[in-house]
């Protein structure tokens, strides 16, 4: 079955640094498109960025300059290093896959940005 198990997150001061990871198995991870969420709270969950097959990637205008979605076809992981982080990139960070014309996503791992 399709799994995704987010890591990485916590507690950090403005302008730190944070690597959010997400281990993926169940499914052709190397043919696959990759995405990071993100849901602050209250609020939606939104798009954050995304790697292809090939290692194309594409940013929210929000966090554009600041955030670097990678993946590891060997290790089946996707990772977001996350710089420069303000108060508002404080939520719950999900990563996503669709497989076979379904979401999945993983549990979520909370970044908490503030002094």
């Known amino acids: 079955q399709v799994q995704l198990v987010e890591s990485g997150g916590g507690l950090v001061q403005p302008g730190g640094s944070l690597r959010l990871s997400c281990a993926a198995s169940?499914?052709?991870?190397?043919?696959?498109?990759m995405r990071w969420y993100r849901q602050a709270p209250g609020k939606e969950r939104d798009w954050v960025a995304t790697i292809n097959r090939y290692g194309s990637t594409g940013y929210a205008d929000s966090v554009k300059g600041r955030f670097t979605i990678s993946r590891d076809n060997a290790k089946n992981t996707v990772s977001l290093q996350m710089n420069n982080l303000k108060a508002e990139d404080t939520a719950v960070y999900y990563c996503n896959a669709i497989v076979g014309g379904m979401d999945y996503w993983g549990k979520g791992t909370l970044v908490t940005v503030s002094s």
């Open positions: 169940g499914f052709s991870f190397r043919t696959s498109v």
